[in-house]
C-alpha cells in the first residue's frame, strides 16, 4: 500500500451546541490511491460533503475534529497549523465544489483567478503562470481559451465554468482532488462530459479523486471503489461492481431499489421506510436499524464497523441473524 | 461602455432640467425681483424699465430658457444682498466646502473600511465588540457636540490645533486652498473629522454586514480550498465584493455631507458655501439660494452618475458589453 495517497483512519468529527455534542463523522475511515476514484455516496446530511471538508482542513467552527487522523502521502494533515494547511490545499489537494456558478469570483477575471493559484503554489513568473493557466484551460476543454483568459466568470455557461474550476483543481498538479458534488448543480447532458473529463484527466496524471456524490449513476460510471455513508458513518465500502451488483448492507441494497432503470422489465422502484436520523437522535447500535426490515437484538445494541472493504452490518456478518 | 455613459449622461442632463426648473420657480415667485432691487425713490417708470431690461416682461418659458442658458455659463444673477456676482461669491467658498468634504470622506473610507473588516472577521472577539458599541456612539452623536468635543478637547485644553477658520490659503487659479499651507491643514483637522465621525461609523457597518454576507459565499470558501491565504481572501476577495454598496454610500454621502457641512462650517467658522447659504437665508437673498440650490444638485446629480459608472468599472456584470457569450450550458 505504498501508493495509498489518501488515508482516513477513524476521523471523528463534532459540533458542540447549546444542545449537546452533535458527532457529524463517527469513526470514518477509508482511503483512496493514486489515480483511484473513490465515490463517497449517501443522502444530504450523511456527512459526505463534511468528510471532504475535514480532509480539507476547512470545517466550519465550531466544528472540529475530534478524533482520529488524515494522511496524506504518508504526511500527517490534519494536525497541521492553519499556515501549513494554506499550503497543502491548491498544492497537494485539489477541489472543486457543487455549484460552478458560486465558486468563482464574480469580480476577477478567470486568467486572474487561474494565475493567482499558480502562483500561490509555485515559483513560476507571470507569464509562465499565464502561459501554464493556458494550456490547463485547453486541457480542460474551453474553446477560444487564448479569448476566454479575460473573460469573467458570468460570461461562461455553468458547464464551462466548472470546467474552469476543474481547471483550477488541477493548478498545481495535487495528488488528490476532493469533488463535492461536482455534477449535481449541472444539466444531465453536460454531466457525464463533467465527469468523463474529470476522469480522464487524473487518470492522466495519476491523480487520486474523492468524489462525493448522492448520485450513485455517477458513481457507477465514474468511481473504481466506493464507499456508501448513512448517518456520519461508513456503511459499506468496496468496488463499486460488486457494491452495485451485490450490496451487502440493506441500506445500499435499499439505495439500489431506488434507482429508477430505463429497462422496463425491473419491478418498480422500492423506498426504504423512514428517514435518516438526525445527528441529535442517532439511534445506539446500528444507526439504520430502524429502517432496516431484519435487525436483530444486536443491531440495536453495538455498532457494526469497518475499516475496509464490507458491510458494516451484523447480519452481513453473522449470515442473517444478529 | 459608451452606450451605457451616453445612457447615464443623458439621464443626468434631463434630472438637472428638471431642478433648474424648480430653481426658476422659487426665483420667480419669492417676492419681486424688482422691488428688492432698486431703492424706495425710484419712480413707476424707473421699475417699468428695469422690469424690460431684466427680462421680467418675456414669455415663461423664455425666461426659463434664459435662465438655463444663464446658469450653464455659470450666471445666476446678481446677489441682493451686496450686490455681487453670485458665481463670484460661490466661487470663494466653494473650495472650502469641497476640500472639508473630501478630506472627510477619505477619513471615512481610511478608517471606516479596515474597521469593518476587522471587525466583521473576528465578530465573536473583544475588540469587535467594543468597536461595535463605538460605533453606536458615532451615530448618535450629532456633528456639532462631536465638532464642540473636539474643540474643547484640542484647541482649548490641549491647544494643539486652531478652532476656527481656515488657517492660510493658496490660491491656484481661482481655487483657494488650505492643503498646502502648515495653518491652512491644521484648521482642517478638526471640522475634517468631526463631519467624518457619523461617516466612519457609516461606512465601518456597511462594510461589516457585507462582509459577513461576503464570507459565507461559496467562492470565498473555493478561494480558500486553493490554497489562497486567508488574509489574502480576507482583504483581497471578499472585500472587493463588499465595495459595491460602500461605493454608493460613499458617492450618495458626499452630496450629504456638502449639506451636513453646514452645521460644521457653523460650529467651527468655516468659510465655506454652507455659511454662505445661511446668511443668505437670513437676507432672503434669492439668487444666491438657487445657485446654492441648483449647485448641490449638481453635485448630487454628478456623483450620482459617477457612482454608476464606477458600478460598471468594478463589477463587470454591469457593463453593456460584456453580455454572456457563452451559450446556455455546454
Known amino acids: ?322 | 461602455m459608451l452606450a451605457f455613459l451616453v445612457k447615464r449622461t443623458a439621464n443626468a442632463v434631463f434630472v438637472m432640467l428638471a431642478v433648474a426648473f424648480l430653481a426658476f420657480l422659487i426665483f420667480r415667485s419669492f417676492g419681486d425681483p424688482v422691488e428688492m432691487m432698486v431703492n424706495e425713490q425710484a419712480t413707476q417708470a424707473e421699475r417699468a424699465e428695469l422690469r424690460e431690461r431684466l427680462g421680467l416682461n418675456d414669455g415663461f418659458l423664455t425666461q426659463y430658457v434664459r435662465f438655463v442658458t444663464n446658469a450653464v455659463q455659470g450666471d445666476f444673477g446678481i446677489s441682493y444682498r451686496n450686490q455681487q456676482d453670485v458665481m463670484v461669491l460661490i466661487g470663494e467658498r466653494f473650495p472650502a466646502t469641497l476640500e472639508l468634504v473630501l478630506v472627510a470622506t477619505v477619513i471615512s473610507l481610511v478608517v471606516g473600511i479596515p474597521l469593518g473588516v476587522i471587525t466583521a472577521i473576528h465578530r465573536d472577539s473583544r475588540l469587535a465588540g467594543m468597536l461595535q458599541l463605538g460605533s453606536i456612539v458615532g451615530v448618535s452623536l450629532p456633528s456639532f457636540v462631536v465638532g464642540i468635543l473636539l474643540i474643547l478637547a484640542f484647541s482649548v485644553t490641549l491647544g494643539w490645533l486652531p478652532a476656527f477658520g481656515r488657517g492660510e490659503t493658496v490660491d491656484i487659479g481661482w481655487w483657494s486652498t488650505g492643503l498646502l499651507t502648515p495653518s491652512g491643514r491644521a484648521a482642517l483637522v478638526l471640522p475634517a473629522i468631526s463631519l467624518a465621525t457619523f461617516q466612519i461609523t457609516l461606512v465601518m457597518r456597511l462594510v461589516r454586514a457585507e462582509m459577513l454576507e461576503t464570507l459565507r459565499t461559496d467562492y470565498v470558501k473555493f478561494a480558500r480550498a486553493r490554497g489562497v491565504p486567508r488574509g489574502r481572501v480576507h482583504w483581497v476577495h471578499a472585500l472587493r465584493n463588499c465595495l459595491m454598496p460602500v461605493i454608493t454610500l460613499t458617492g450618495m454621502q458626499i452630496g450629504n455631507l456638502i449639506a451636513f457641512a453646514l452645521v460644521t462650517e457653523t460650529v467651527f467658522q468655516w468659510p465655506g458655501m454652507g455659511l454662505l447659504f445661511i446668511q443668505a437665508v437670513t437676507f432672503v437673498d434669492i439668487p444666491v439660494m438657487a445657485a446654492y440650490l441648483l449647485l448641490v444638485s449638481f453635485i448630487f446629480v454628478t456623483l450620482n452618475t459617477m457612482v454608476d459608472v464606477t458600478y460598471a468599472w468594478v463589477d463587470p456584470r454591469l457593463r453593456d458589453d460584456t453580455a454572456e457569450v457563452g451559450g446556455t450550458n455546454g
Not at chain 1, 60 to 70: L, T, V
Not at chain 1, 121 to 148: F, N, Q
Not at chain 1, 196 to 224: F, K, N, P, S
Open chain 1, 1 to 322: 500500500m505504498t501508493d495509498t495517497v489518501l488515508d482516513v483512519r477513524d476521523l471523528r468529527v463534532e459540533f458542540p451546541t447549546r444542545r449537546g455534542l452533535l458527532t457529524a463523522l463517527d469513526d470514518v475511515s477509508l482511503s483512496i490511491r493514486r489515480g483511484e476514484i473513490l465515490g463517497v455516496v449517501g443522502e444530504s446530511g450523511a456527512g459526505k460533503s463534511m468528510t471532504g471538508l475535514a480532509i480539507l482542513g476547512l470545517l466550519e467552527p465550531p466544528g472540529r475534529i475530534a478524533g482520529g487522523e488524515i494522511h496524506l502521502s504518508g504526511d500527517r494533515i490534519d494536525t497541521l497549523p492553519e499556515r501549513a494547511m494554506e499550503a497543502v490545499r491548491g498544492r497537494r489537494i485539489g477541489a472543486i465544489f457543487q455549484d460552478p456558478l458560486t465558486s468563482l469570483n464574480p469580480l476577477f477575471r478567470i486568467g486572474d483567478q487561474l494565475v493567482e493559484t499558480i502562483r500561490l503554489h509555485t515559483a513560476l513568473s507571470r507569464d509562465e503562470a499565464r502561459a501554464r493557466a493556458l494550456s490547463l484551460l485547453k486541457e480542460v476543454g474551453i474553446p477560444a481559451a487564448e479569448d476566454r483568459m479575460d473573460s469573467y466568470p458570468h460570461q461562461f455557461s455553468g458547464g464551462m465554468r466548472q470546467r474552469v474550476v476543474i481547471a483550477l483543481a488541477l493548478c498545481a498538479e495535487p495528488e488528490l482532488i476532493v469533488a463535492d458534488e461536482p455534477t449535481t448543480a449541472l444539466d444531465v447532458s453536460i454531466q457525464a462530459q463533467i465527469t468523463a473529463l474529470l476522469r480522464q484527466l487524473c487518470t492522466e496524471r495519476g491523480t487520486a479523486v474523492m468524489l462525493v456524490t448522492h448520485d450513485m449513476g455517477v458513481i457507477a460510471e465514474t468511481a473504481d471503489r466506493v464507499a456508501v455513508m448513512y448517518a456520519g458513518r461508513v456503511a459499506e465500502m468496496g468496488p463499486v461492481d460488486e457494491v452495485v451488483r451485490r450490496p451487502r448492507h440493506p441500506y445500499t441494497a435499499g439505495l439500489m431499489g431506488s434507482i429508477p432503470s430505463l429497462r422496463k422489465d425491473v419491478e418498480e422502484l422500492r423506498m426504504i421506510p423512514g428517514s435518516m436520523p438526525r445527528l441529535d437522535a442517532v439511534p445506539p447500535g446500528c444507526a439504520f436499524n430502524p429502517r432496516c426490515g431484519e435487525a436483530g437484538p444486536r443491531c440495536r445494541r453495538e455498532v457494526p464497523r469497518i475499516a475496509g472493504p464490507g458491510a458494516a452490518c451484523w447480519l452481513e456478518r453473522e449470515g442473517g441473524t444478529a
